[in-house]
């Protein structure tokens, strides 16, 4: 059913024009129109004629993001460190239609063409692509470089706040539903040195490193002499000083770098925990490439990365481009492992952890709602909120599995093509 519009539309009859299947919470806008039912626990209310501006200008998720983050988009019901409950609604039973050209003139028309002028973005959001390109093609060394910054150089006290003790970034493993993120977060990186087969006096190499947990779990529990090297400055500095701090100064190194420029060779094994969603899916076969160049034979490569349900490329979506990770892409596993095995190393074990990452994220939220006063007080009440609404959303996405991660374990095999594995796998669960 399509909703007759007149000259004169009100912003709810607006909205129920191109959501005719109605609204699951209740909506209001200055103008003083109204839809949605009244007694529903959250209440979404459009402030300004910004706000209307945003959403009109930008059709889809960036424009009610910006409207959002601005304050023009005022939610009540839900807390902004972890708006799950509206993130769950919207994905799941909000159902919008693209109006036809007629209908779409008739509702502009209606709310006043000067709705069309663009206000600026909020700061928070980064440059639109085309823009970026001023500051190298993509996925350049400086493109990569000032992506990774936008991200990841926040604040360390506000990652600390977030991610807890471990100040780990990825995907945990939940041994057991009731186990803790710390707990869990032990568990990836030890299932990662498990699958590594790691022993004492090996090397290992881990590059997109973060905040160093691999580098030194693999220090300090196998006795492994590691290098990690990420691009954020702010995360080497963090990790360098945890090295030191746990008297890991012999075994663990975390260099400022970009990966390409390792120059160590002949790696026992290599960790790549959260990094290929940042090297473009174009570049697999040169990443993929060095990363074998780097290891010795019978070497082995763990890469963990968070991918599709399918192998068609799409983008990651405007909020995600412009607020979370710029420039960033995502494929289905199966293109990870051929271009792995395109470059010359032999598969032997995958494992997809989607409802592991759900669990991360979620408890992610939850640190985030406990620390949310000091955590607006580092950030800012519009950074913290653009945190909370994408918890939740890659929460969403997780659990309705538009989002996987997987783990493919690789090997270098050596000139008579032995891989140097036993017959079973020996890292258990």
Known sequence: MTATVSTQVSIAAALTAVAPEGLPFHFTAYDGSATGPED?????????????????????????????????????????????????????????ERPTPSEALRIVRGLGWSHLKPPPPPPQEHLPKWRRTFEGLRHSRGRDKAAIHHHYDVSNTFYEYILGPSMTYTCAVYPTLDATLEEAQYEKYDLVARKLDLKPGQRLLDVGCGWGGMVRHAAREYGVKTIGVTLSAAQAEWAQAAIKREGLEDLAEVRFSD????????????????????????????????????????????????????????????????????DGELIGSGRVIAEAQDAGFEVRHEENLREHYALTLSAWADNLVTHWDEAVAEVGYATAKVWGLYLAACQVGFERNNTQLHQVLAVKLDDEANAHFPLRPTWGS
């Open 259 to 326: 990966y390409r420029d390792v120059s160590e060779r002949d790696f026992d094994a290599i960790s790549s925990i959260g990094l290929t969603e940042h090297i473009g899916v174009r570049n697999y076969p040169s990443y993929f490439g060095f990363l074998l160049d780097r290891l010795k034979p019978g070497g082995r490569l763990l890469n963990h990365t968070i991918t599709r349900p399918d192998n068609r490329y799409r983008s990651t979506g405007a909020f995600i481009d412009r607020y979370i990770f710029p």
């Open 40 to 96: 529903s626990p959250i209440h979404m209310h459009l402030a300004t004629e910004r706000g209307l501006s945003y959403v009109l200008t930008a059709p889809g998720d960036l424009g009610l993001v910006r409207a959002y983050v601005s304050g023009d988009l005022e939610i009540k019901g839900i807390h902004p460190g972890n708006p799950y409950p509206l993130m769950k609604m919207m994905l799941n039973h909000v159902h919008f």
